[in-house]
């Protein structure tokens, strides 16, 4: 059990370490994120009606086509050099090297999504601090991480990889994601903390199993 979750850490701290010398995923989605929401802060009339409408699916349409940018570059990294294969031959199970690199995906949108927000609320004239939207954050993020790093290690071997991830991605999270916005919808709106929690256990419970099944597929992807 040591050496699986010590395999799980040597991933992690790899790709923290990448991350830390190249900058590609955090800037990559920061940037397309921030882009996004100045976007549609000029695209609808900023109202108290239409921010309450309009803000929820703004921000999570941001996080989740910023990190398609981000996932991209996860396995294709590793692919283009030479990395991928050094980790196929490593003796450690395939579904560590999985949870390291969703782990790490994960991470690195955290802190995307932590820079972002506080933009996000100073221009949609929001609060900046949001307590429960910590929860909704977290459980919606483990979704997105675990379900793009299983489809990005699977685009990677692909020619149109840019364009087979979203094909791919997109339909699977989609409760996810609709999960966030609902949820986010009554945290930016001032709803009640008991409307908020009935929706973090479907979060939770979405995120368990494509957890089990990503991990149970992802030694047949990369084998293939």
Excluded at 22 to 51: C, G, Q, Y
Excluded at 76 to 96: F, K, S, T
Aim: aromatic share 12%; glycine share 6%; with cysteine.
């Amino acid at each position: 059990m040591k050496e699986y979750f010590g395999a799980i850490w040597a991933v992690v701290w790899k790709d923290v370490r990448l991350e830390m010398r190249t900058k590609d995923f955090v800037v990559s989605v920061f940037v397309f994120s921030l882009l996004v929401i100045v976007m549609f802060n000029f695209a609808i009339e900023p109202t108290p009606e239409a921010v309450d409408l309009a803000a929820p699916g703004v921000l999570w349409v941001s996080f989740v086509f910023g990190g398609v940018l981000g996932l991209t570059r996860s396995f294709a990294l590793e692919r283009d050099g030479g990395n991928l294969r050094g980790l196929m031959l490593a003796p450690v199970p395939r579904d560590a090297i999985y949870f390291g690199k969703m782990l790490a995906s994960f991470l690195f949108m955290m802190l995307v999504e932590a820079l972002v927000f506080p933009v996000f609320a100073v221009i949609f004239n929001l609060r900046v601090v949001e307590p429960w939207l910590l929860p909704v954050a977290l459980l919606a993020t483990l979704g997105i991480a675990a379900v793009g790093s299983l489809f990005s290690s699977m685009a990677v071997n692909t020619r149109a990889r840019e364009v087979m991830l979203p094909l791919l991605f997109l339909p699977v999270v989609a409760p996810v994601v609709i999960g966030a916005v609902e949820a986010s919808a009554v945290v930016l709106g001032n709803g009640a903390a008991k409307d908020v929690i009935q929706w973090l256990p479907l979060l939770a419970a979405y995120d368990a199993i494509l957890i089990v099944v990503c991990a149970f597929t992802f030694h047949l992807v990369v084998e293939e």
